[in-house]
């Protein structure tokens, strides 16, 4: 097939304006289609990509997907929509975690946090005394540092609990700033990395940061509190993840990504806003191509859709069915299938579980909690995956921390707090409702049905897994 028969790109502002190397136009969507009437297509099937991805590798994924859906007997219609920028952050990540001061921020608050309360690790017994430098960088070698750590009890008084040192909010936080102050103060290479950093924050504002060694006392101990209140709610993502989340999230939020991922999720709603006048560049694709496909089904009635959607194609997905209905009340889908979904939670509630009269059937692909743990997207400084990452600071601006994620196992287990949330327990209702689960998670074991297979063990190979895409394939020719 060529291109131009399967693949619609996304423009600016979810229009049809050209900002790479590839562009649709309105006429390229009307041959597409003028091609499924005189071919008798009667399966129309949509994949969209990850959310991240430049529009090289969205092509490309296009490219290897589209046989796979055509094979099953379905005409594929791939939406890039090359929002990109994914090594974008994985260097941001990079290049923070190489840099003098939060080296030293880092290991200060390891220090300080496995100093002032009990690990209580197995086999690891506590000591007044500070872990070392060597210790901890020995640690960070290991692909999941520190894993055997947690929080179970101040140390400095032991009649205290976690929670109860938390609760005396006030006294927790004068302890701790006496603490940094003299891990600050006594350590001139400490003073040195914040002398240089004031240097350049005269250069730049591309980040919340410090301009005093008494600024960054205060900030070592905002998320100081951050990680053991989040240990109090068991709100964690495991200590070392959670510790480099609030660590981002203070110093460093321009450099997380959290303004490329909020930029990706208005595109996936924006290709779906209103057209009005003449169909030109300027108008929004998504609607465009929607409005097509409804009038197709409409000329057709026999005809089936189905959308697939790889991680935060989810979102792009959740607002497809929501402008739906609105603009096509008539439009009914057929399958829905995600892969790793980066969608919230929430807003899956919101624009698909609330209207199953939309659709017939819904499978989400992902992994167990325990393998997306070990998806690791930048060893040594960000130990988990990036939905981990999403869920710990990406969603709202920076904002947010342990966000519910659709493509998330951890939310879905019978753990507090989750297991008492309403939200959370709606979907759980709804995934575990019918046999085999509609949540398939991956290493799937041999004998899996089929149709509900994966061996994905990396968020991004999802839709370039046999294993998965002949489940796909299996749920298409349906």
């Given at each position: 097939m060529e291109d131009k028969e399967f693949i619609v790109n996304i423009g600016p502002q979810g229009t049809f304006r050209k900002s790479g190397h590839y562009q649709t136009l309105p006429a390229d969507i009307d041959a597409m289609f003028r091609k499924f009437e005189a071919t008798g297509a009667r399966k129309l099937a949509l994949y969209f990509h990850g959310g991240l991805v430049s529009e090289k590798s969205g092509l490309t994924t296009a490219r290897e997907i589209a046989p796979v859906i055509k094979a099953a007997g379905a005409e594929p219609i791939c939406i890039v929509w090359e929002t990109g920028l994914i090594e974008t952050l994985r260097n941001n990540l990079l290049k923070i975690g190489q840099s003098t001061l939060f080296d030293k921020i880092r290991n200060t608050l390891i220090k300080r946090l496995i100093k002032q309360f009990d690990s209580g690790t197995v086999g690891i017994r506590g000591t007044s005394e500070p872990l070392s430098d060597a210790a901890i960088y020995a640690e960070l070698s290991n692909n999941q540092p520190f894993e055997a750590y947690g929080m179970k009890r101040l140390r400095t008084a032991d009649k205290y609990s976690i929670e109860e040192a938390?609760?005396?909010?006030?006294?927790?936080?004068?302890?701790?700033?006496?603490?940094?102050?003299?891990?600050?103060?006594?350590?001139?290479?400490?003073?040195?990395?914040?002398?240089?950093?004031?240097?350049?924050?005269?250069?730049?504002?591309?980040?919340?940061?410090?301009?005093?060694?008494?600024?960054?006392?205060?900030?070592?101990?905002?998320?100081?509190?951050?990680?053991?209140?989040?240990?109090?709610?068991?709100?964690?993502?495991?200590?070392?993840?959670?510790?480099?989340?609030?660590?981002?999230?203070?110093?460093?939020?321009?450099?997380?990504?959290?303004?490329?991922?909020?930029?990706?999720?208005?595109?996936?709603?924006?290709?779906?806003?209103?057209?009005?006048?003449?169909?030109?560049?300027?108008?929004?694709?998504?609607?465009?191509?929607l409005g097509k496909i409804a009038d197709y089904v409409n000329a057709h009635p026999s005809t089936t859709v189905d959308i697939i959607g790889h991680s935060a194609g989810s979102c792009a997905t959740c607002h497809l069915l929501q402008r739906s209905a609105v603009l096509h009340p008539e439009l009914k889908f057929r399958h829905i299938v995600f892969m790793a979904p980066a969608c919230r939670a929430d807003l899956f509630d919101a624009e698909i579980l609330s209207k199953p009269e939309w659709f017939a059937s819904l499978r989400i692909f992902t992994m167990s909690d325990e393998n997306e743990k070990k998806d690791i997207l930048v060893p040594g400084l960000y130990t988990h995956s990036l939905l981990y990452l999403i869920s710990g600071i990406l969603e709202d601006g920076g904002d947010g921390f342990d966000e519910y994620v659709l493509g998330m196992e951890k939310y879905y287990q019978d753990t507090t707090p989750y297991k008492n949330d309403p939200l959370l327990n709606r979907i759980k209702s709804f995934i575990y409702k019918d046999l085999p689960d509609r949540l398939v998670l991956s290493d799937t074991l041999p004998g899996a049905p089929v149709g509900y297979r994966t061996t994905s063990l990396k968020h991004g190979d999802f839709d370039s897994n046999k294993e998965t895409l002949e489940s796909i394939a299996f749920i298409i020719a349906q």
């Open positions: 938390i609760d005396d909010e006030a006294e927790l936080k004068a302890e701790l700033e006496k603490a940094f102050r003299k891990d600050v103060e006594s350590d001139e290479s400490f003073k040195q990395a914040v002398e240089l950093q004031k240097n350049k924050q005269s250069r730049t504002l591309q980040s919340r940061s410090f301009v005093s060694s008494a600024g960054l006392i205060k900030s070592l101990v905002n998320i100081a509190i951050r990680v053991i209140r989040r240990f109090t709610q068991k709100r964690d993502h495991d200590f070392y993840p959670t510790l480099i989340e609030e660590i981002l999230r203070e110093f460093y939020i321009a450099e997380t990504g959290a303004w490329i991922w909020d930029s990706m999720k208005v595109k996936s709603l924006e290709m779906w806003n209103t057209n009005s006048g003449p169909i030109t560049e300027n108008a929004f694709a998504g609607t465009y191509l």
